[in-house]
Structures are given as C-alpha cells and as structure tokens.
Nanobody, 121 residues
Framework: VQLVESGGGSAEAGGSLRLSCVTS????????LAWFRQAPGKEREFVAA????????FYSDSVKDRFTISRNNLYNTMYLQMSSLKSEDTAMYYC???????????????WGQGTQVSVSS
C-alpha cells in the first residue's frame, strides 16, 4: 500500500484546511486509515481514524468537534477537514494504513511522507 498526502499549508487561527491522502495498492475491506501528526520536539500523536468499509470514525479529544475524517472509496482517497484551527495544530501530518484490527488500535503498518500544516495566531 502506498500513501501520498497533500493539502497542507499555512492558515490563520480559526481558519480551515483540508488534507487528502491517496491510497494505491491492494485495498481490501478490512483496511483502516488514520491521520497522525508530529510537532517539532514532540512525539507523534494520533489524530483520527476511519474504516474503509462502513466509515466508522474515531477522533482524539484534541481535535474532536473541529476535524472531520472521511473517505471516498471510488477515488481511493481519505480526507481530513480541519476547522477552527489553533496554533497547537501546527505539525507534520501523516497518513497511515493497516489491514485488520480496530480503528481504536494505534499500531499502523504503512505510512505516507507527510504534509506540513502551519497555523499562525
């Protein structure tokens, strides 16, 4: 599975950005996708996850009610709509994928290269 992120950039606090992650390779019904982020000097943290079939979602408390994860199975693409951005959302955002398991499990197998999000206050 290959993952390619796009859509990062700069925004002001309170603004919005949408990230995309295009997946390619053998996609099956037990695929789970997720977004993680890593700020400078901090550990990588979970942001949100979605199941490929059914579209069940799970969010971290820090982004719940501000970010929305979704997927378009026709285009093999996952999205992260980010609204009400805060300066603490500044980080490199990574797309991740895993076969089998639960969206509540943070161990992922495949990773993209990341896309930078910078939020100015």
């Amino acid at each position: 599975v290959q993952l390619v992120e796009s859509g990062g950039g700069s925004a002001e606090a309170g603004g919005s950005l949408r990230l995309s992650c295009v997946t390619s390779g053998p996609i099956s019904g037990d695929l789970n996708l997720a977004w993680f982020r890593q700020a400078p000097g901090k550990e990588r943290e979970f942001v949100a996850a979605i199941s490929w079939v059914g579209g069940s979602t799970f969010y971290s408390d820090s982004v719940k009610d501000r970010f929305t994860i979704s997927r378009n199975n026709l285009y093999n693409t996952m999205y992260l709509q980010m609204s009400s951005l805060k300066s603490e959302d500044t980080a490199m955002y990574y797309c991740a994928a895993r076969f089998r398991g639960s969206i509540y499990d943070f161990a992922y197998t495949y990773w993209g290269q990341g896309t930078q999000v910078s939020v100015s206050s």
